[in-house]
């Protein structure tokens, strides 16, 4: 299985648009999205590159799994 590196913060938004999240709101360089059912709103900051730590606790936190993270990315890319 490849290892997660860091993305562009829009490559990252897509995966996230397609898992069911919508954009909620912008806070300086941090974009909120919310998912009904989802305990919490996942934050994507705007960085060029998203560090590594931030997608996985972004992932934990929506519930995806590594597989199906590789499998949107690979789609929206």
Known sequence: MPRIT???WKDLEKV???C?????RQEG?????????ALRPIVIPTYVDVPVSIIRHNLKTA???RDEYFHLLEQVR
């Open 6 to 8: 860091p993305v562009h």
């Open 29 to 37: 360089s941090h974009r909120s999205y919310v998912k009904e059912g």
């Open 63 to 65: 519930g995806i799994s």
């Open 20 to 24: 069911g999240f919508r954009f909620a």
């Open 16 to 18: 996230f648009l397609a």
